[in-house]
């Protein structure tokens, strides 16, 4: 089973051909397993967010789960998510350290073809005149691709920082100019987020602060953004700019994100279904004005979405499912923080880059959040989720952790 995640991983490089959904496999093949084992703590609050986003469905469009578009658009949370349940159903004793710095080279090398071709036809600082012609490499769409490499560089950066290397410094470098090349702000945004919080020392406060500011500027932008003369439930938003850039973020800021906020507003605990941002709802029946029931719906399976994973789900799964979100990443960072220290300290090293990608991708992909849709994306999130599937089955990184927290437990009993 672990050869399916590898194999996964590597075609992540792609969504040409989306074959890198296969890490769900071992959950058809093992689902048996999951009972009478001990998961770590980010495991409720996920487990916990998936059922009440399948509850969701079956309320709202239960006919969804047939349907292909639904996977592939309104419910890529399902193919992004599920490798890290896979990854509780079985066992290998890989080095991940080589495995993924195996990866890390083979994908930006992969890329280099393509992207000497984009600089040879167009040169760097082309997208400055012209930014639809961005490098967009094996991914349909300039964002997806951002989102990847953003990821990617994540990648370098904790195999550099288990083990320095010319070879991955220069590499780091090339994966760096091929995300300025996509032109993908928000990516570069989150890749930027991540320095300081690097230079600060990983401290929980600043991880707080981020994720709280990125929530309430989020909503203070939809807020002051909304007109009160505007039906957003039936609006359509006509684009004026002729700049697509500047077009994106008008459409963004001003129908976009209010639409969001006035969905969350109908029904502000759980939403209105999820699913249901991209269609047309043509009654909403309040009770106590905390919960909404949509009617007259017309279900379109599209890539329409807010732009901006955290109104999404407040629009779509509410305040609890928001909550049950930023609980799973919050207790994730944690888990790979504390992994990594254990494998520095008693571990000799093994798994550290795994860790810390995990960690470090994870502040960089919720920063990324606040531009795009980018939380449930597998161009974006399903490199991390398979590294997370590897070190959940991985032997020496559960011994190595159990081991860590026996050590601590002696000094704590001590003292």
């Keep these: 089973m672990a050869y399916i995640s590898l194999l996964a991983l590597f075609l992540t490089v792609t969504n040409l051909v989306p074959v890198s959904a296969v890490g769900f496999v071992p959950i058809v093949l093992y689902s048996w397993r999951f009972f009478g084992r001990r998961y770590p703590a980010f495991i409720t609050p996920l487990t916990a967010l998936t059922a009440l986003i399948v509850v969701s469905t079956l309320l709202y469009d239960p006919q969804s789960f047939t349907e292909f578009d639904f996977y592939r658009r309104d ?21 991940l ?30 997208i400055f005149t012209n930014p639809d012609n961005s490098f967009g490499s094996y991914f349909i769409a300039r964002n997806a691709a951002g989102g990847f490499f953003a990821m990617l560089l994540c990648l370098g950066v904790g195999c550099y920082l288990q083990k320095r290397s010319k070879l991955l410094l220069a590499l780091i470098a090339v994966n760096a100019l091929m ?20 230079y600060f020392g990983r401290k929980r406060w600043l991880l707080s602060v981020l994720m709280g500011g990125l929530l309430v500027g989020s909503l203070a932008v939809a807020v002051y953004h909304t007109d009160a003369t505007v039906d957003y439930m039936g609006y359509s938003f006509t684009i004026h700019n002729q700049d697509a850039k500047v077009a994106n973020l008008n459409i963004r800021y001003e129908w976009l ?3 969001a906020l006035a969905y969350f507003e109908q029904s502000p605990i759980v939403g209105l279904g999820f699913g ?64 990594a220290a254990a494998s520095a300290l008693v571990g000799g090293g093994q798994n550290f880059a795994a860790f810390r990608f995990v960690e470090i991708s994870s502040v ?47 000094i704590r009993s001590r003292v």
Excluded at 368 to 373: I, K
Excluded at 380 to 409: D, G, K
């Design 97 to 126: 350290n080589k495995v993924l710095r195996t990866f890390f080279i083979f994908a930006v090398g992969i890329n280099i073809p393509p992207y000497a071709y984009y600089i040879a036809q167009s040169g760097l600082l082309s």
């Design 276 to 339: 249901s941002f991209d269609d047309h709802i043509g009654n909403v029946t309040s009770y106590f004005h905390l919960f909404g029931a949509p009617s007259d719906i017309v279900v379109e399976h599209s890539d329409s979405h807010a732009h901006n994973s955290y109104l999404n789900f407040l629009a779509e799964t509410g305040a609890v499912g928001l909550f049950l979100l930023l609980s799973f990443f919050w207790k994730l960072i944690e888990w790979s923080k504390h992994g």
């Design 364 to 410: 960089c992909l919720l920063v990324m959040a606040a531009t795009e849709h980018r939380l449930v994306s597998p161009s974006n999130v399903l490199i991390l989720s398979l590294v997370i599937s590897l070190l959940l089955a991985s032997q020496s990184a559960n011994a190595i952790v159990a081991e860590f927290n026996r050590r601590n437990s002696l």
């Design 75 to 95: 419910g890529n949370f399902f193919i992004s998510y599920a490798p890290i349940f896979a990854g509780c159903l079985y066992v290998h004793r890989l080095d």
């Design 179 to 198: 995300l300025f090349s996509t032109y993908s702000r928000g990516s570069l945004l989150g890749v930027a987020a991540v320095l300081p919080y690097l």
């Design 257 to 259: 994100w209010p639409r």
